[in-house]
């Protein structure tokens, strides 16, 4: 398939610790996007990274990306309890528009 | 709170009911989105409309029928559906292309869909 793969599949860590969560994808991009989504709701943006980028920061969170690699992390550092939620990197697809396709995510628990 | 508003927020409905989704937003964005959540699965594309013109259709069953009467609305007509089709249902809208002009989606909080 070629939607972004997020890896791992569930995550597990104390509140104050920090969450890596890694995207790989399979063709050429112009730009990477992360989203979350808590329990049962929709989804909210969080950040994205365009191509030419190497590393962007949003408050505790810091992605990277690697074209070569074709790979893009998440670091959500200094963790909490609210971060508990549904994380994605959905890939877009075909050369159609607005295809942007859902992988499973990384599910983060953040205990407190 | 987001600004796609979805409603209703809950539907249950039976199967040779019609009913209808709307989806709503005054961003001035040009691309709306209908997905599909399963319960521990990640959302599937159902349609795209961009420029109020159906764009995309992921094969979806007739039963569920788009429209998108103005660049603010999206509709999702609802007929002959199936206990399987039980989900929720997310509305998205971005400014243009995602991939190609860097616009992010903007979900809505989805409706919770029971088929009886």
């Known amino acids: 398939s070629q939607q972004g793969e997020e890896d791992p599949q569930a995550l597990s860590i104390q509140e104050g610790e920090n969450a890596t969560m890694n995207c790989s994808y399979k063709t050429s991009i112009n730009n990477l996007q992360w989203y979350r989504q808590n329990s049962g709701r929709g989804l909210v943006h969080l950040i994205l990274i365009r191509s030419n980028e190497r590393e962007k920061h949003s408050g505790r969170l810091r992605v990277t990306l690697d074209t070569s690699k074709k790979s893009s992390s998440l670091l959500i550092t200094a963790s909490r309890a609210a971060d508990t939620a549904s994380y994605f990197c959905?890939?877009?697809?075909?050369?159609?528009?607005?295809?942007?396709?859902f992988g499973k995510g990384t599910k983060l628990s953040v205990k407190p | 709170d987001t600004e796609v508003t979805q409603t209703p927020k809950h539907l249950v409905m039976g199967m040779t009911n019609k009913k209808s989704l709307k989806c709503e937003q005054h961003?001035?964005?040009?691309?709306m989105y209908w997905y599909k959540q399963k319960a521990k699965k990640p959302p599937e594309l159902m349609f795209v409309y961009s420029y109020e013109k159906l764009s995309i259709n992921e094969s979806v069953p007739s039963r569920f029928s788009p429209e998108c009467p103005n660049s603010s609305l999206l509709n999702l007509h609802l007929h002959a559906l199936q206990p399987e089709d039980s989900a929720l249902y997310l509305c998205?809208?971005?400014?243009?292309?995602?991939?190609?002009?860097?616009?992010?989606?903007?979900f809505g909080n989805g409706t919770r869909l029971t088929v009886t």
């Open positions: 998205a809208s971005s400014q243009d292309d995602p991939e190609r002009y860097n616009s992010p989606l903007h």
């Open positions: 961003m001035g964005h040009r691309a």
């Open positions: 959905p890939r877009g697809y075909g050369g159609s528009q607005g295809n942007l396709i």
